[in-house]
């Protein structure tokens, strides 16, 4: 420790980023998913807690998976809702 905190640490923000699977059903528009900006993102985490992904875009290109489109969103501010 020193007057001005912990020595030899460092933290830098980061955007919030979201991954998950959507079903591949007929009339998905990849292109449209590829292109998603300014959108909110409301998630439930696998502890039931509800997130809000604000002003999220599609920051990486959708992939097809087995019937699934793997999806990946970024956003400006990730809070949780109650």
Known sequence: ???LGVAGYTEEPVAPTVQFKIPNI???DL?????LTNVNVNIQDDNGQSWLVRN????Q???LSGGE???QMTGISADPVS
């Open 1 to 3: 420790m020193t007057d």
């Open 26 to 28: 007929a009339g998905t």
């Open 31 to 35: 292109n449209q998913l590829r292109n």
């Open 56 to 59: 999220a875009w599609t920051s």
């Open 61 to 63: 290109p959708p992939k």
């Open 69 to 71: 489109i793997d999806m």
